[in-house]
């Protein structure tokens, strides 16, 4: 199951289900532990890592600044190349797009590259409710499909689950797919990968339209790259006759000298490979007079917006724009290692999910309100970030918002915005020490009553506060306020002086 699971519980009550399952945190703790430990070593051997990483931010950034003129291109280019290009203003309108296309070829089966993208408008429900059958050939994402379970990770989307499930999964489902898993099948990686291996090799053969994302849009050419490491990619892109890819608006970059930046800087934060096994670039459609060659003889681009153009208008939280998927945020982040992906209600988790997926779909709904507290603000996710994400920042940016994000009702002559619900005890608080901070008198006061009644205070807090103190307890109040401790032992003298 794919698509944007919106009515899911806010992070919290989802995050504290999913640290009570010992085996998923170890399975996380493992996976994420190993592929951030290879990718410390692969960057460590690059001398200019620093330096790619501010271009990367730097062609990102202008990209963005030009989005405009830069689309435009990319449209021109496609179209040059015998392409068909599409714009689609939210996930409805591009599936509306992509189903149409499908069902214009007569065909009732598509094969999928792996694509957030289309996991983000929740395309293979849409499809599966006209008839269609999408079938995933991203070994992590085939595990998923099979098992009726939902992605929890950018790079690796079945992290949760070990090998033993696996085997479980192929051995009850793959016959309901298609051909069924082989007799005896155990738990090793080889026998694992041979029976993905022939359970997809007759959907390659038998497909005759394939729906992929990609990774990049070369403005110049009208060029759209994936990269990835197990060759279904290749498969999907050169054997349909009709071919559709669904892209963000943020995925283009200005030229071929730009992709050269990325294609050092994915792989090594993504798998910790100094360059992909895979990488698949077409530009349009094979040679129309011969008909030769590999890749389709129709090519449909869908530009997706789904929010994009409302996210780019915010000046701190547009840099998630910058985002190339390589995962690098949620392996080195301690929210994510304990909690797992489903517990953000998105495609997008982790980090970047925290800050990406409350701009595309606003923060309305309860989920997508509690994202932007699924942090810690350690600040590790913006240290291994190849653009230079500073993830922390929106974070912050994005809470307030959500204090700030409640209806907009008519004052006088004024529209405001009133201050999200529950948030009441919050504001309480700080208007009463605003108050008490203002008043020296007061607040001296107040902390010669705290120290005399200390042995009557709780250790954790009551009522919604519990959430903070459930596992931590409230540090004590000294015996007496420094004011006077300094006035007893100093006399009030600045010795300073």
Not at 35 to 49: F, G
Not at 104 to 132: D, F
Request: proline share 6%; aromatic share 6%; net charge neutral.
């Amino acid at each position: 199951m794919s698509g944007t699971y919106l009515g899911m519980p806010a992070f919290p009550e989802a995050a504290r289900e999913a640290v009570r399952n010992t085996t998923l945190r170890g399975n996380l703790r493992h996976a994420t532990h190993t592929i951030r430990d290879k990718r410390v070593r692969a960057v460590a051997e690059l001398d200019d890592w620093a330096e790619l990483r501010e271009a990367g931010k730097r062609i990102k950034d202008h990209t963005l600044r030009h989005l405009d003129r830069y689309l435009v291109q990319v449209e021109e280019a496609v179209t040059a190349a015998g392409g068909t290009v599409h714009w689609a203003a939210d996930a409805d309108e591009a599936n509306e797009i992509v189903a149409r296309l499908v069902e214009e070829t007569g065909e009732s089966e598509v094969v999928k590259v792996k694509s957030m993208a289309t996991q983000e408008i929740g395309l293979n429900e849409a499809l599966e409710a006209r008839g269609i059958h999408a079938y995933e050939t991203d070994l992590a994402e085939l595990i998923v499909q099979l098992g009726k379970d939902r992605p929890s990770h950018i790079l690796v989307p079945a992290i949760h689950r070990n090998r033993g499930e696996i085997r479980d999964i192929f051995r009850a489902e793959m016959s309901e797919w298609g051909r069924p898993a082989p007799e005896g099948l155990t738990d090793t990686p080889a026998e694992l990968a041979e029976a993905a291996r022939l359970h997809l090799r007759e959907k390659f053969l038998r497909a005759k339209v394939g729906i992929s994302g990609a990774n990049f849009m070369v403005a110049e050419t009208g060029t759209l790259v994936v990269v990835e490491s197990e060759g279904n990619g290749r498969m999907c892109l050169t054997l349909p006759e009709t071919l559709i890819s669904v892209v963000g608006i943020e995925k283009i970059v200005p030229t071929w000298r730009d992709l050269e930046v990325f294609l050092q800087t994915l792989p090594r934060s993504s798998t910790a490979e100094r360059m992909n096994p895979y990488t698949s670039m077409w530009t349009g459609i094979r040679d129309g007079e011969s008909g030769e060659g590999d890749g389709p003889r129709a090519f449909h681009l869908v530009l997706l917006d789904n929010g994009r153009t409302d996210t780019l208008a915010d000046e701190v939280g547009r840099q998630a724009l910058r985002c190339i998927r390589c995962s690098a945020c949620l392996n080195v982040c301690p929210v994510y290692e304990r909690a797992g992906g489903h517990a953000y209600g998105s495609v997008y988790p982790g980090p970047i999910g925290a800050i990406l997926s409350p701009q595309l779909r606003g923060t309305g709904s309860e989920i997508d309100a509690s994202l932007p507290y699924a942090s810690s603000l350690c600040g590790a996710c913006y240290e291994v970030c190849p653009v230079a994400i500073d993830i922390p920042e929106v974070l912050v940016h994005l809470r307030e918002r959500v204090v700030q994000g409640g209806p907009a009702v008519r004052e006088g002559n004024r529209v405001v915005l009133k201050p999200a619900k529950g948030h009441a005890a919050e504001r309480a608080a700080m208007r009463a020490a605003r108050w008490a901070f203002t008043r020296p008198g007061a607040l001296r006061t107040g902390q010669r009553l705290a120290s005399r009644s200390r042995r009557l205070h709780p250790r954790t807090l009551p009522g919604p506060g519990r959430a903070w103190s459930g596992s931590r307890d409230l540090p004590p109040v000294p015996p007496e306020p420094f004011r006077d401790w300094w006035q007893r032992t100093h006399g009030g003298r600045d010795e300073a002086k």
